[in-house]
C-alpha cells in the first residue's frame, strides 16, 4: 500500500481550499473590499487586486475591516502595478492581481493532485511501474517493497 507523505497531503488540500477561497474571493472584491490597516500601511483585496498602500502623510489604527462600495483613488489594472496617489507624491500603491495569485497557486495544487493520483491496480504505488508478472514483492524499477 502506499504511504502518502502526510505533509504533502496537508499542503495540497490547504492550497486547495486557498484556491476555492481565491476564487470565491475575485468576483466578491467587485462589490465588496476587505480593508486591513496599521501605522502608514494599508491593505486591501480590492476589485480583483490585493492592493498594498504606503502612505507616509497618514497614521492609520490598526484595523481589518469589510467595507461595501469602496473608492479608492487609485484602481488597479488587470496586470501588476503601482501607482502614486493623485495629490500625494509619497504615498504608493502596489497591487497583484487575484488571477495572478490563483494561477500562482492553482497550477502547483493541481501537480501535487496530479503527482498524488492512485496508481493503477498491479503497478507499483511509488513509481507506478507496471508489476504484471512481478512476484518478487520488490518493483525492479525502483527497488522498494510491494
Ligand atoms: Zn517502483
Redesign the pocket.
Known amino acids: 500500500m502506499p504511504r502518502w507523505s502526510r505533509r504533502r497531503r496537508i499542503v495540497k488540500w490547504t492550497a486547495a481550499v486557498l484556491c476555492v477561497a481565491l476564487l470565491a474571493t475575485w468576483p466578491l472584491s467587485f462589490g465588496w473590499a476587505l480593508r486591513c490597516q496599521s501605522w502608514h500601511l494599508g491593505a486591501n483585496l480590492h476589485k480583483g487586486a490585493l492592493m498594498v498602500s504606503y502612505h507616509p502623510g497618514a497614521t492609520y489604527i490598526t484595523a481589518c475591516r469589510i467595507m461595501p462600495f469602496l473608492e479608492l483613488p487609485v484602481a488597479p489594472d488587470w496586470l501588476p502595478g503601482y501607482a502614486r496617489y493623485p495629490g500625494f507624491p509619497s504615498a504608493v500603491t502596489l497591487w497583484i492581481p487575484v488571477w495572478i495569485l490563483l494561477v500562482a497557486v492553482a497550477l502547483p495544487t493541481a501537480y501535487l493532485f496530479y503527482r498524488d493520483r492512485r496508481p493503477p491496480p498491479g503497478h507499483?504505488p511509488?513509481?507506478?511501474?507496471d508489476l504484471t508478472g512481478n512476484v518478487s514483492g520488490v518493483?525492479p524499477?525502483?527497488?522498494?517493497e510491494?
Open positions: 507499483c511509488w513509481c507506478r511501474y518493483c524499477e525502483c527497488g522498494r510491494v
